[in-house]
């Protein structure tokens, strides 16, 4: 495992001197978004910065590691496309050589050895699958390189497989990496950047997948999900403590209960796009907000100990009003923040309602 690292990927161009091996497909952008409506007043910025998108070609480059380290020919990392986790291993086999052209879209936390919770991988968390992991395969598409091979973490999820189709990503191209001491060499290693890293979220990621599940197919528009209460009722954490009491008031203003988990892409994208109000407590489904018509409403149900713009950004990609509903959580709170559960405030949620003239 080497221990030194370009923090760039441009530095790395730098020292090799090799521009061309570095193509900007977005330039860097900063972006004013409409402030979050709601009672509670706003816990970001509305400027935004998003850096700019590349893709960079090493050859001979390495992948390493089930998380899928890529390495320069001087032995170096770059850090700006990998997410760094506790490896205990210092030494790994010798590589496998690909002499074809193999593109890495993996990214994140991919430790199965860890545990046998799919959920050891950043690509199972369904927000982050179709906002940092497919949105890569954008990049190389505008870049134009012929791919032999995509490496990418072991599949387990039917969104996963439906939406690859949707994007007609070549499924027999695939290398999917699980074991630890993953370790390859490619004649010519494609790496793009990473979503994540550039600013979370930047347009162009909304705009892919957006446009790439609403256009590719016809839309059945569903007139009883105008409304509709996104629950989280089969979720380990985050979940609406006091859910019996919330349906009881947006079931009177006729708002439709769904669980989105067991839904095939086509009927999410069906619903969302028919939606006009959708109310969800804060969770990866809400990144469905992208299927919305321009002109709907998103109120997020966000717990107090999480301060997260990232379905704020979505949603004003997407045209959508976004209102933020503070919650208080569960008490006692969860040593982790990220997994307390939500405490609805039915009075409150009442006013928000009544802003949107329900």
């Not at 997948?209 to 105008?226: A, T, V």
Request: proline residues 8%; neutral net charge; charged residues 25%.
């Amino acid at each position: 495992m080497p221990l030194e690292y370009y923090s760039k990927t441009k530095e790395w161009i730098s020292k090799c001197g090799f521009n061309d091996y570095y193509k900007v497909i977005y330039p860097r952008q900063t972006l004013t978004l409409p402030a979050p409506k709601g009672l509670d007043p706003p816990r970001w910025s509305q400027k935004c910065h998003f850096d700019e998108a590349f893709v960079a070609t090493i050859p001979n480059g390495r992948l390493m590691t089930s998380c899928s380290y890529p390495v320069t020919p001087d032995n170096k990392r770059l850090l700006d496309v990998e997410y760094n986790c506790p490896y205990t291993e210092t030494t790994l086999p010798a590589h496998e050589y690909y002499a074809k052209t193999v593109a890495s879209v993996l990214w994140g936390w991919n430790l199965p050895h860890l545990n046998f919770d799919k959920q050891s991988s950043t690509q199972n968390v369904y927000g982050h699958w179709f906002f940092d992991i497919l949105p890569r395969f954008h990049l190389l598409e505008r870049r134009g390189i012929p791919i032999d091979y995509y490496v990418i973490g072991k599949l387990h999820y039917p969104f996963q497989y439906e939406s690859l189709k949707t994007l007609n990503i070549p499924m027999d191209k695939l290398i999917e990496v699980s074991k630890p001491d993953f370790h390859i060499q490619a004649r010519m290693l494609v790496v793009p950047a990473v979503p994540f890293n550039l600013g979370k979220c930047p347009p162009w990621t909304s705009e892919y997948i957006g446009n790439g599940f609403k256009l590719n197919r016809k839309i059945h528009k569903k007139m009883e999900y105008e409304r509709i209460y996104v629950s989280r009722e089969d979720a380990s954490a985050r979940f609406v403590i006091n859910e019996e009491e919330v349906m009881q008031l947006l079931t009177k203003k006729g708002f439709k209960k769904i669980v989105t988990s067991p839904m095939t892409m086509e009927e999410k994208v069906d619903i969302f796009s028919s939606a006009r109000v959708v109310i969800a407590p804060f969770g990866s489904a809400n990144i469905n907000v992208a299927f919305c018509e321009p002109g709907a409403t998103f109120i997020e149900l966000a717990p107090n100990t999480i301060n997260d713009n990232y379905f704020w950004k979505i949603s004003c990609h997407a045209n959508v009003d976004y209102y933020e509903l503070l919650c208080d959580v569960e008490q006692p709170p969860k040593a982790h923040s990220g997994v307390d559960n939500i405490v609805v405030d039915l009075a409150k949620l009442e006013r928000y309602l009544q802003m949107i003239k329900i």
